[in-house]
């Protein structure tokens, strides 16, 4: 499956229950990552963020990487989203030593096609969305929050929804 590069915009982050939209994007290493794929082992943390390099960014993506075996005993796979290129978050995951996937929505229909996109600045707004595979096999969001700007995850929260 290609990049993604349209599908419906929302005005929102979805609820929980929604159907997810499925999108397909290339990682830090340019190879395809599709979240239905994704899911046939297990949910899904998708974590927006603005701009990589930047503090808060690096701040959030850190903690995930730090606390990557806390995800996984839990089950969850979690991956970056922002509209910074497959090239730049390379060598941000090269500089830092991020151990997850960070995805390239360079086109930025994922961020719209999950209500967390940022039209001011034309990027990804900050937000987290988890996602599990519902009846069918379908992607579904099972909890979703969008934060303001300069606020970080709050990640025993997110860990608390994820335990669901």
């Known amino acids: 499956m290609p990049p993604t590069a349209t599908m419906p915009e929302r005005q929102a982050p979805p ?8 999108f397909t994007l290339l990682d ?25 390099f930047t503090s808060v960014c690096s701040e ?7 606390d990557f075996d806390r995800w996984s005993k839990q089950g969850m ?5 922002s509209c910074d290129s497959f090239a730049t978050l390379k ?8 151990k997850h996937r960070l ?3 360079m086109h930025r229909a994922v961020c719209k096609g999950y209500g967390l996109y940022w039209a001011d600045l034309n990027v990804a707004h900050r937000g987290t969305v988890i996602v599990e595979q519902g009846p069918g096999g ?15 995850m709050n990640f025993d929260a997110v860990l608390t929804a994820a335990a669901g």
């Open 15 to 22: 609820n929980s229950g929604d159907q997810a939209p499925d």
């Open 28 to 52: 830090q290493d340019r190879q395809e990552w599709t979240l239905s794929e994704a899911l046939k082992s297990g949910p899904v943390v998708l974590c927006f963020f603005p701009l990589a």
């Open 60 to 66: 959030e993506m850190g903690c995930v990487s730090r």
């Open 77 to 81: 796979q979690v991956v970056g989203v």
């Open 91 to 98: 060598a941000w995951a090269d500089q830092t030593g991020y």
């Open 103 to 105: 995805l390239a929505d």
């Open 138 to 152: 379908s992607p579904v969001v099972r909890w979703a929050e969008a934060r303001e700007p300069g606020q970080a």
